[in-house]
């Protein structure tokens, strides 16, 4: 099938009395496999590949040689001063954990709540979300100064009777960050075993052969083995869920637990999570909506999943949105004259271009998903989720920065500004996010196959009976309905 | 049985039969279950539901280890934040207490998440039998379609209640596609 005169079909419609269908186009197993396996299969990617990949591992490289110089020569080579000793390295650190979180409420919470439609982008966004962690993992790495020293925060008994102070919030965030990468690339990779089984048997030459094999694990889709791939990946789905509620909650106890105006405040756990997910789920709009088209994936990613991703997106954002006037609210209902000046100063003070931004892209900018046009248009679901993930970066600039910079004292105020270091560290790692996205999709199958499979009419007991009349693809029939199979006689 | 048979039935590792759709493949499992087969194994490219009872598998243990490994993760955690920061050598910030449990909840529950996810996928290769490189079903041409779009079940020679032509013959009547031998390779 040629790709490019493709029609985006509609399956947006809500009528009760007929499902969207979630794959559409008429395909079957062997088509849905031939279209996911092809991009992989290909001898050569196409020439954009080649140049989004010259540009990014560039930028990768570039970020690269931004650490070294940090750690050659200290970290005076960033904006950073007395008072704001945070700076654009913890902003990065919690956007790029933030980006994570998409991916692990798409393949946890949304498989819990048995939401079908997430087959479809589940092993998209789970990538996603490894590589923003590694992206996020950096940046606490090269911050913390003598980072040859970093082994420090380890639990480990050494010769100085040293042990890291598990009170920190800061020691609390190694384990839930470094848990997180742990859980997420065990839970995407035990996902990909059949598919990786797939590819193998579908390769032809020795070295796909091989690497496949390899990667593949002797899968063979037993289903004795089925059995309990399917129960350990419930139990995955059911560990990954509050791993996806705590990571960020702990991430916000670095800034909730200190007395700073402006930051110690309680609703930062749940207000960071939303958020979080809701920059999380921009980001994966602006990473599958180019993606589907360049790669012909627009019958089993459809519009339907799209708008399914928009409507989360405008979910979240009210929340973020509500958490903005609550703390404000807060703020003055508190009447604590530290914080009441601290969220006037957010708004009216040096950093007003950053919050307006922030306000702009993450409150303003969703609303327009109310309206279903710009829910199911690609084009603008791609600009609006451009402008959520440059709101989130300064949701957390504004956060960071504004507070740090005008704390109690007067005398102790200071402004803050990047350095170009700074500047080239933050797009480096784009960079890098992007080189391993390339590579995923060149090498790996970007479509959870055998998941899909399981949402298509096929794989029910019911296909060519009762085919169109409800959701009972892939389920078992109703107690109303003949056995047809295990009943002795 | 002649002497020839039986040199021959060493290298069958079992038959095959193909099926084209998930629910025939369901039937013929109950079938094969119910004529008492217990070295058998059905295959498809994807986990179908109420295939359980039609092969009359038994829930996994696979739980248990998660939950051992759950409260070992729970315990090691409380173990080492007492044991370190309380008793080893006690930590005083800002007049907290040595030990108490708020402070310590969320390490506990990264622990308890990082073990037990750890242990549910350990436990799957482990009960799987994976990885495992090389089996006779890899070797044979038609099986390589059972991780794209076909159905496939699978009578190992070893089975006590195997008999080369008895077996055979139920399996024709099975309805699948076609039923073929598997050498061991």
Known sequence: MNSTVMQEIDNTYNDPARRAELVVGGNDFATLTDKVCSLVERPQPPREWYIALAVSSSLTLVMFAMIGYLILTGVGVWGLNIPVAWGWAIVNFVFWVGIGHAGTLISAILFLFRQKWRTSINRFAEAMTIFAVCCAGIFPGIHVGRVWVTYWLAPYPNQMQMWPNFRSPLLWDVFAVSTYAIVSVMFWYVGMIPDLATLRDRAKTKTRKIFYGLAALGWRGSHRHWHRHECAYLILAALATPLVLSVHSVVSFDFAVAQLPGWHSTIFPPYFVAGAIFSGFAMVITLIVPARKFFGLKEIVTLRHLENMCKIILLTGSIVGYSYAIEFFIAWYGGNPNETFAFINRAFGPYAWAYWTMISCNVIAPQVFWFKKFRTTPWMMLIVAIFVNIGMWFERFVIVVTSLSRDYLPSSWGYYSPTWVDILTFAGSFGLFFTLFLFFLRFLPMIAMAEVKTVMPQASLLYGKHRGVGDYHGDIPHAHEPKYWGEKT | ?185
Request: net charge negative.
């Open chain 2, 1 to 185: 049985m002649n002497r020839e048979m039986s040199v021959e039935e060493k290298t069958l590792y079992g038959f095959l039969v193909e099926f084209e759709s998930a629910e025939s493949l369901r039937e013929a499992c109950a079938k094969v279950r119910d004529a008492g087969y217990t070295k058998w194994d059905a295959h498809s490219p994807l986990p179908l539901h109420g295939m359980d009872e039609a092969m009359g598998i038994r829930p996994t243990i696979l739980p248990y280890f998660v939950l051992i490994a759950g409260l070992a993760g729970l315990g090691g955690a409380i173990l080492l934040q007492w044991w370190t920061n309380a008793h080893d050598y006690p930590f005083m910030i800002s007049g907290k207490p040595f030990f108490s449990l708020p402070a310590n909840i969320p390490i506990v529950f990264e622990l308890t998440v990082l073990l037990s996810a750890i242990a549910a996928v350990v436990s799957i290769f482990a009960l799987n039998g994976l990885p495992q490189w090389n089996h006779p079903l890899f070797s044979h041409e038609r099986f390589q379609r059972a991780t794209t779009d076909r159905f496939f079940i699978v009578v190992e020679a070893d089975d006590p209640q195997f008999d080369r032509e008895k077996t055979q013959t139920f399996l024709n009547a099975l309805g699948g596609a076609a039923v073929d031998a598997v050498e061991v390779r």
